[in-house]
Nanobody
């Protein structure tokens, strides 16, 4: 089992910035990929950005150049720095973690509870 604690989010004007963070903890799993997805009302949950344990990143085209994903492997924490926010970025943002259960070596996906980001025009 992996526990995820998200923080950040809120209301910001267009052009502003926000930073999300998500801390993962587990005594029986190792953390692999970490990242963020988002879901706007009436839409599916989509990838925002993911970062591997080695630091490789992948971004949705819509956020490239504006958002930066990073992680602290010692703290098992992933961050999402969001700059130049647009009203279209309004959504619930979910932390995502892939972890390997140490006893079986199977991989599992875990999701945070979600945090609301609202960008006003």
């Amino acid at each position: 089992q992996v526990q995820l604690v998200e923080s950040g989010g809120g209301l910001v004007q267009a052009g502003g910035s926000l930073r999300l963070s998500c801390a993962a903890s587990s005594s029986i799993s190792s953390i692999n990929d970490m990242g963020w997805y988002r879901q706007a009302p009436g839409k599916q949950r989509d990838l925002v950005a993911v970062i591997t344990s080695g630091g490789s990143t992948n971004y949705a085209d819509s956020v490239k150049g504006r958002f930066t994903v990073s992680r602290d492997n010692v703290k098992n924490t992933v961050y999402l720095q969001m700059n130049s926010l647009k009203p279209d970025d309004t959504a619930v943002y979910y932390c995502y973690v892939q972890a390997t259960f140490l006893y079986t070596r199977r991989k599992y996906d875990y999701w945070g509870q979600g945090t609301q980001v609202t960008v006003s025009s």
